[in-house]
């Protein structure tokens, strides 16, 4: 956006007003296999599109103590994200749903402590 909001790794999505979803299953391509919705359209010339969608990953109600309403994860091909949605109302009264995503957390491995390291207080000379 040129107001200068980053608005990486979140979204909105609003009501799918003139869209159907007309079809759905699975797809092999190339020996995998794929989940996908063909959506029905209507451009804004009038022309009708059925739209191929991939399902790129699930989401699941959260419980009602949490500050979002579903959550779960996404893979677009570059590895897999954390992903969160919030049902919220636009300033106008339309329904919305604010999206947000981060990658997992990495596992910070540590490197284990040596319990009997010699002590070196008095060596004046290590012999390599």
């Known amino acids: ?31 995998e296999e794929h989940n996908v919705i063909i959506v029905k359209c209507t451009t804004a010339k009038g022309n009708t599109v059925f739209e191929i969608h991939k399902q790129v990953g699930v989401m699941f109600e959260a419980d009602a103590d949490k500050d979002f309403d579903s959550q779960g994860s996404i893979d677009i091909g570059d590895g897999k994200m954390n992903v969160w949605a919030r049902k919220k109302t636009s300033a106008n009264g339309t329904p919305m749903t604010a999206i947000s995503m981060a990658r997992p957390k990495q596992e910070t491995q540590s490197i284990p402590m040596v319990a009997d390291t010699p002590d070196l207080d008095g ?6």
Do not use: C, H
């Open 123 to 128: 060596v004046d000379d290590i012999p390599f």
């Open 1 to 31: 956006m040129s107001d200068g909001y980053d608005n990486t790794n979140s979204g909105l999505l609003f009501p799918a007003n003139g869209s159907q979803v007309v079809r759905q299953g699975k797809i092999d391509i190339e020996g």
